[in-house]
């Protein structure tokens, strides 16, 4: 299953892919028209000041999933048909935040859907080849791979890195 | 392997899945007491004035794994450790290998004259809410409710019920609402919410007695003499757990069930899980007994595991880990929130109707409650769990909660990270 | 997205892509997505504290650093823009001022007066007494009076308060938007927009109106000044398009704004035919034009546009093009960039405009002839470094009539009413056989597909019998489609419209009607429609905002757009933009740019990127003003 690295090196801090996740959850899908729809629409990606760099910070889809196993009304699952992506049904959602309370990576929200509160948490975009904050990022500092092609890519830029010390 | 789950909640539930998972090919039997299908006990508050959230009662299919027996409306009678089986209340007998305690707990009454008795309720079970709102229904909406706890059970049994209409006090012993789960500048918060909504609240006193005519509840009496009119009285005073079958099977009690690390209960092939249990905390160490379904989730899931042939160690129950919304407003609290005046770094910050608590031992987070802005709480619960040092970065995380500063450090796939 | 509707454009797309040529296309493609922020305009960059951003969905911060709120930081962003096409049209007529100076003083002898007639009226109008001066020194007065526009005094702009309507001086003292010095509105734009100083947006956005007020007077003075220096334009044909270029000709194309530089070398160049003949080049010199200077001698000269603004690439990739002469504005760095793979020469001739990879010849206006022959030969010499190999030349050409400034509009109307020329014009507005009249100006905008805008918008207001006038880059789109023809008025012309198209025709003496829309020139001749307008206000006794007349810049790109709208705006004119500006992220900024500014100037922004609602919209303008008139 395809996931979203960070090359952390390459974030600016741009918000862009802030922008774009909410864009894509809106009702136009449009920034100029987005921005003007009520309820506003929520991004589930947070880019966050860590330690004086900026660090995005993105949901997972973890296989031991804490907001899976917590949800209490099952709102949350685990998509089969879209290699397991870790999504929500907005209508089982009952606005008891155990999910927010469990997740350590902080990454869902609250929003508001047909005038309740529910739980706001990454889809990795169902209408898209490839996430809308991937494809948004101006410095490609997110990466959308398989483990093994990222694994790949950072054993890459290690050796680079190595060969450039040498001599 | 024939495996025997008695309960079909959070943890009987969690534990068939872990069952499954490591063993498919095993038998898998839940015999419950209860004769509905499994159901989100959380959410029965909700039903007594028809919330949309009531609506997702029942869990959905998947809340099982394939290939489960359910036998709903069996009680247990005994448990026999040496022989391996379970002798239910209507002569049946069923066999095991491993044997789960998933019972659960039940309310607990304190000393009250009159109560149990008609007109007083209690909001444990499913059938529990059906006979409430049939109460109320019956009552109709002019009655009078008092509430005696003023808990999550009983803040959550207090809105429903005053949002049909019924005038509603709360007696609540200690000295402000939920007071396990907030402090006091915390609970202020949701008090002015509750007073607004028409909620009259009693600090500081218990209920003596309840009072009858032509056997209708007419008012109730306060340790101080005072009497407070009523046509229903809900008891929500807290759970004890169900370990009675244990007890009587000669399993190590106290007052729960007492288990090893791996859940093992005092008999090597029998576990326990959930409310029954009594585990330690994971914060302070001492022991306790959980009440949320969060812990008995993972606490099944282990069990399950180990049942199944693993060795997964449980590291200790939150003897505090709370979401709830009430009254509009979400708190979300977890570990120690109510430290000792020393060896504890108390951090607060109050906006509005935003309330931050963080309690930090030396360079870790040990407790926290967010009023309002709870979302990252989740990242206090981790690092609480995980026990990081976020010492630089204490302050930081009092105003905002973020894994930022130390996001390669925590468990789940560090490698997403490339510096 | 189609990239262009015209076929000449998109035959040289197949070459660029043929030839691994990046295009304006192909940048803009790279850049996507762009920065939301800088979309709705919540970027802020005026000090060291930021730079700072406000979240447009509300959850992060909704202030800058120092405070400043979303609809401050738009305001802001916006009046610097203005500030920025105000500076440009300003510094262009600025240009013309002083080369106007320096010839009242000898200094410039290859700029004559070429229209003396337009030197009186000018001064007249501007208060200066003729007094039976020589021409000298009358065009060294009228340069005083213009250059004193740029200075601090204390008197509002004569370019701007001896041209409008009283009505609408009126309205600009009540707010107090008249300017009084260009430069000095330019430089209190940069003022008060900086860290820590005029944070009311509705402010700001006045002091925005001030500027563009200034931006009107300097384009109204390069107009007069480039009429008196090089004529008034009269009726010309030409053909337009990438097929103007010739492969056996030494085809200079004339890119830029100011005709103190085009004009000179147009003149030059017709005495230069030999020596590009002795050269190789049979054909001889082939002057063409692209953007707004290739306007000025289209009307003037008649010399004909080869392509504009967002396709100015594509003229490189024909092959043939020996030289590209530049000024200022406009004008693509990345043109040297294409001109590497080709032998074509980029010139530079101004000291503030320089591109890297270009040839510069600083243009001198006191050498001006001479300066011409200099960059001229530049392009006979790079003739004989053509490869063959690279010819392309697109077969596509359109005719086009263009030369209607307002005098010729005005010679045309008095040819059907000699003693009331305006008669003719009022009583076909007031009849419905025109129903009301739209000027489209502006650019092409990469982000459009080229000309879709246009020409949608022209058939659409045509086919409801609206007249319609076009300026820049947008008459040059009509120029490259036909539709500066009476063919196009025969076809797309509602039966009144084509009435009169027709009437007005017959009497000036063409064979068949007007063209479907009237080129009045470039950018800065914005300014002749307005005098149109003024003429017909004046005439009726309303003011400028009762008229059934919009304005509309379908596929605006440039600071100067903006500069423009907001001075049509405050004019009175409801003024479509077709390409959202960064100010979405200002609600109230938003707001009072499309609905409350009508309750101050009577004018107001309609934005719409799709041309057919943005023609219901417009029609519907012209009718809640017919309605207003009672007609």
Same mark, same amino acid.
């Given at each position: ?32 028209? #987005? ?60 606005g008891c935040w155990t999910c927010i309370m469990v997740c350590p990576y902080g990454v869902i929200g609250r929003r508001l859907d047909g005038g309740r509160w529910v739980a706001a948490k990454c889809d990795r ?43 | ?12 539930? #969690? ?170 500048? #915390? ?45 229903? @009285?809900?008891? #929500? ?76 160690e449980y590291p200790g129950a939150w003897g505090l880990l709370n979401a709830v919304e009430l009254a509009g407003i979400p708190v979300i609290s977890a570990g120690l929130v109510h430290p000792p005046l020393e ?77 | ?167 609408? @001086? ?154 590209? @002469? ?240 907001t001075w049509a705006v405050a004019a009175g004119l409801p003024v479509h933009v077709g390409v959202v500006p960064p100010v979405l992220g200002g609600p109230m900024v938003t707001k009072v740019l499309t609905e ?36």
């Open positions: 299953m395809k996931h979203i690295f960070v090359r952390l090196d390459r974030c600016t801090g741009c918000r862009e892919c802030e922008l774009a996740c909410a864009v894509e959850h809106s009702a136009s899908k449009e920034l100029l028209t #987005a921005i003007f729809e009520t309820p506003p629409p929520r991004k589930r990606l947070y880019v966050e000041s860590g330690d004086g760099r900026s660090v995005p910070i993105l949901c997972r889809h973890c296989d031991d999933a804490p907001c899976l196993a917590a949800c209490l009304s099952g709102a949350i699952y685990r998509d089969r048909a879209r290699e397991g992506v870790v999504v929500q049904r907005a209508d089982k959602c009952i975009c169902p209408d898209r080849a490839i996430p809308a904050c991937v494809e948004a990022c101006p410095t490609k500092a997110l990466v959308y791979a398989e483990p093994e092609e990222w694994a790949r890519m950072a054993r890459r830029t290690v050796a680079t890195t190595l060969a450039g010390q040498e001599g | 392997m024939r495996h025997l789950i008695i309960g079909n909640g959070a943890a009987g539930n #969690a534990a068939a899945h872990a069952i499954r998972r490591r063993d498919p090919s095993s038998e898998i039997t839940i015999v419950s007491d209860e004769p509905h299908a499994a159901y989100y006990r959380p959410l029965l508050p909700y039903l007594l004035h028809d919330a949309p959230e009531g609506r997702h009662l029942f869990r959905d299919s998947l809340h099982l794994p394939r290939d489960v027996t359910v036998q709903l409306g069996a009680r247990v009678q005994a448990v026999v450790p040496d022989e391996g089986r379970i002798d239910l209340d209507d002569g049946r007998v069923l066999a095991y290998d491993r044997l789960l305690i998933a019972t659960g707990a039940s309310p607990s009454l304190p000393p009250i004259d009159g109560v149990p008795g008609p007109g007083s309720f209690v909001l444990r079970t499913l059938d529990d809410a059906v006979t409430l709102k049939a109460s109320m229904a019956a009552a109709g909406p002019s009655s009078r409710a008092v509430i005696v706890g003023g808990g999550r059970i009983g803040t959550k049994v207090a809105l429903g019920l005053r949002h049909l209409g019924m005038a509603v006090t709360i007696v609540e012993m200690l000295q402000w609402i939920v007071p396990q789960q907030l402090d006091a500048a #915390a609970a202020e918060i949701f008090q002015e919410a509750l007073q607004s909504q028409g909620i009259e609240m009693i600090f500081g006193r218990t209920v003596r007695a309840v009072r009858r005519q032509d056997g209708r509840v007419r008012g109730v009496i306060l340790d101080d003499g005072l009497e407070l009119a009523a046509d229903l @009285v809900v008891m #929500a005073t807290g759970v004890r757990p169900n370990a009675e079958i244990a007890r009587t099977a000669g399993l190590a009690t106290r007052r729960g069930i007492l288990v090893n690390r791996f859940l093992q209960t005092s008999h090597p092939h029998i576990y326990a899980a959930g409310d029954v249990v009594e585990t330690t905390d994971i914060v302070t160490g001492e022991p306790i007994v959980s009440g949320t379904w969060t812990n008995a989730v993972f606490m099944g899931e282990v069990a399950g595991e180990n049942m199944a042939g693993g060795s997964r060896g504890y770094d108390v951090r607060m910050r109050r906006r509005e109707r935003a309330y931050r608590k963080l309690v930090f031992r030396g360079g870790t987070l040990v407790g926290f409650i967010l009023v309002g802005e709870v979302e990252g709480a989740g990242v206090y619960t981790a690092i609480i769990r995980e026990r990081v040092d976020i010492s630089p970065w204490k302050e930081a995380l009092v105003e905002k909660s973020t894994c930022a500063p130390f996001v390669r450090t925590l468990r789940r796939f560090p490698e997403v990270y490339a510096a | 997205m189609e990239r262009s509707l015209d076929i000449a454009s998109r035959t040289m797309l197949e070459v660029a892509q043929r030839r691994g040529i990046t295009t304006v296309w192909d940048r803009f493609q790279a850049q996507q997505p762009q920065c939301g922020f800088g979309l709705t305009g919540l970027c802020c960059r005026m000090c060291l504290q930021g730079p700072c951003r406000i979240d447009p969905f509300g959850e992060g911060p909704r202030t800058g650093t120092c405070g400043a709120s979303a609809d401050t930081i738009v305001a802001r962003n916006l009046a610097r823009m203005i500030a920025a096409g105000t500076a440009s049209h300003s510094g262009h007529a600025k240009h013309l001022a002083y080369t106007m100076l320096k010839a009242s003083r000898g200094e410039a002898p290859d700029y004559p007066v070429k229209d003396e007639a337009k030197l009186r009226a000018v001064a007249t109008r501007l208060g200066i007494p003729l007094d039976g001066k020589e021409t000298q020194t009358l065009m060294g007065d009228v340069a005083a009076a213009a250059l004193a526009e740029f200075s601090e005094k204390e008197t509002p702009l004569a370019w701007a308060a001896t041209t409008v309507t009283p009505g609408r @001086v009126q309205t600009f003292l009540k707010y107090g938007v008249v300017p009084t010095s260009i430069d000095g509105v330019v430089a209190e734009v940069m003022h008060r927009t900086t860290y820590g100083t005029d944070a009311d947006p509705v402010n700001i956005l006045l002091g925005g109106v001030k500027c563009a007020l200034a931006d009107y007077a300097g384009m109204h003075m390069a107009t007069d000044l480039a009429d008196i220096l090089f004529g008034v334009p009269k009726p010309v044909v030409a053909r337009a398009n990438l097929g103007v270029l010739k492969a056996d000709a030494v085809n200079i194309a004339l890119h830029g704004h100011n005709p103190v530089l085009s004009d000179v070398i147009v003149q030059v160049a017709s005495e230069m035919q030999e020596e590009a003949r002795a050269a190789g080049a049979a054909g001889g010199l082939n002057l063409v034009g692209i953007c707004c200077t290739g306007n000025e001698v289209l009307m003037r000269h008649g010399i004909p546009p080869a392509t504009h603004s967002v396709s100015q690439e594509l003229a490189i990739l024909t092959g043939v093009l020996d030289a590209m @002469v530049v000024d200022y504005q406009c004008i693509m760095p990345s043109l040297a960039n294409v001109a590497e793979c080709y032998h074509t020469r980029i010139v530079t001739t101004m000291p503030i405009s320089k591109i890297p990879g270009a040839r510069h010849v600083e243009f001198r206006e006191g050498h001006a002839r001479a300066s011409a022959r200099e960059i001229i030969r530049l392009a006979i010499d790079a003739y004989g470094r053509r490869d063959p190999a690279k010819v392309n030349i697109p077969d596509h050409t359109s005719t086009a009539l263009a030369g209607f400034s307002s005098e010729t509009i005005l010679g045309a109307l008095a040819a059907v009413n000699k003693e009331d020329p305006l008669k003719p014009l009022i009583d076909n507005i007031v009849s419905g056989n025109i129903l009301g009249v739209c000027l489209f100006a502006g650019c092409n905008n990469v982000r459009v597909t080229q000309d879709s805008g246009f020409l949608t918008l022209a058939k659409e207001l045509a086919r409801e019998n609206v007249l319609l006038l076009a300026t820049g880059c947008g008459a040059g789109a009509y120029a490259r489609h036909g539709l500066l023809t009476s063919d196009a008025a025969r076809e797309y012309a509602g039966p009144g419209l084509a009435e009169v198209l027709g009437a007005v025709g017959q009497a000036v003496g063409l064979d068949s009607s007007l063209p479907l829309i009237l080129h009045m020139g470039s950018c800065v001749d914005n300014t002749r429609a307005a005098d149109v307008a003024v003429a017909v206000a004046n005439k009726l006794g309303v003011d400028l905002d009762k008229l059934p007349v919009v304005a509309s810049a379908p596929e605006a790109t440039t600071e100067k757009a903006i500069a423009i709208g409350e500014v009508k309750d101050l100037f009577g004018g107001y922004f309609i934005v719409e990127p799709d041309p057919k609602a943005a023609a219901k919209k417009l029609v519907e303008a012209i009718r809640e003003r017919r309605s207003g008139l009672g007609i």
